[in-house]
């Protein structure tokens, strides 16, 4: 089923080996992927493609966590929302999200409701992925 918005999504990810899933996933889905391999890759991305509807990152990352990149991606387009992976526990992690940029937390390994409901609060009841499984 083709949806009415194509959304075109950044995924972050310092492991090769979960990008590659998130990024199938969210293909067979119907959304358009573009990985990257850690904060640096992205922020290079985004200073070139600013044709992103969403980010998706992981939080702990080297060098440029998903805190950071998230500030710094919304420095470059404040408007975009961010959803952050993570393996980290719930108490770890909430207390942080207000005022970090992210929009929404999904916590690894996440369901494809939760990853559905994510993207029907972002973008809205047409991104309603749940009859495709």
Not at 24 to 47: H, N, R
Not at 66 to 74: H, N, V
Not at 114 to 127: K, S
Request: glycine fraction near 6%; hydrophobic fraction near 45%.
């Amino acid at each position: 089923m083709q949806k009415p918005i194509k959304i075109r999504i950044l995924v972050v990810d310092d492991s090769k080996v979960v990008l590659k899933s998130v990024c199938q996933i969210l293909i067979k889905l119907g959304y358009e992927t573009v990985p990257a391999i850690g904060g640096s890759e992205a922020l290079e991305i985004m200073e070139t493609d600013d044709g992103f509807n969403l980010v998706m990152t992981d939080i702990n990352m080297p060098q440029i966590d998903g805190w950071e990149l998230a500030l710094r991606i919304k420095s470059i387009k404040p408007d975009i929302p961010i959803i952050a992976l993570t393996g980290e526990a719930p108490s770890n992690v909430l207390p942080n999200v207000r005022g970090s940029g992210i929009n929404h937390v999904l916590f690894k390994p996440f369901q494809l409701d939760q990853l559905n409901n994510a993207m029907i609060n972002i973008f809205g009841p047409d991104q309603d992925v749940s009859s495709e499984f």
